[in-house]
């Protein structure tokens, strides 16, 4: 069984289980985002700058949803700043001024119960 194999099964499990807790199942599917979201904050970072990778499950159910994507964005303080953006907690500006961009990224998990925050390493 593969990696990617043991992550999808074990994500099941946790989409199965009506008491599993949403930062077990954001963790799980942040590693089978893996290599996608490593490319994302690599080229985005390079681009833009420091910023954030925000996975927008608003209105999604992750226990009902079926095989395929949710919305994923970089957003980078400098566009925060230019567009007069607001990000949806205040300290995810500190997270993003504090990570070190050569080997880890942040990414928001958001959803109607508010963001979740996470530093990640960069494989």
């Known amino acids: 069984m593969t990696?990617?194999?043991?992550?999808?099964?074990?994500?099941?499990?946790?989409l199965e289980n009506s008491d599993a807790d949403l930062g077990?199942?954001?963790?799980?599917?942040?590693?089978?985002?893996?290599?996608q979201v490593v490319q994302m904050a690599r080229q985005t970072?390079?681009?833009?700058?420091?910023g954030a990778i925000l996975i927008d499950m608003?209105?999604?159910d992750v226990r009902n949803t079926s095989?395929?994507?949710v919305p994923m964005y970089y957003i980078s303080?400098?566009?925060v700043r230019q567009e007069g953006l607001v990000w949806p907690a205040v300290n995810i500006e500190q997270e993003i001024t504090t990570y070190d961009p050569?080997?880890?990224?942040?990414i928001v998990i958001?959803?109607?119960t508010g963001p979740r925050i996470y530093v990640a390493m960069l494989g």
């Open 58 to 60: 608003h209105g999604i």
């Open 45 to 50: 970072y390079e681009r833009e700058g420091r």
């Open 3 to 14: 990696e990617q194999q043991a992550l999808a099964r074990q994500l099941h499990a946790l």
């Open 24 to 35: 077990d199942i954001d963790e799980v599917y942040i590693q089978i985002l893996g290599e």
């Open 110 to 112: 958001d959803r109607e």
């Open 77 to 79: 303080i400098e566009r």
């Open 67 to 69: 095989e395929g994507g």
């Open 102 to 106: 050569d080997n880890e990224c942040v």
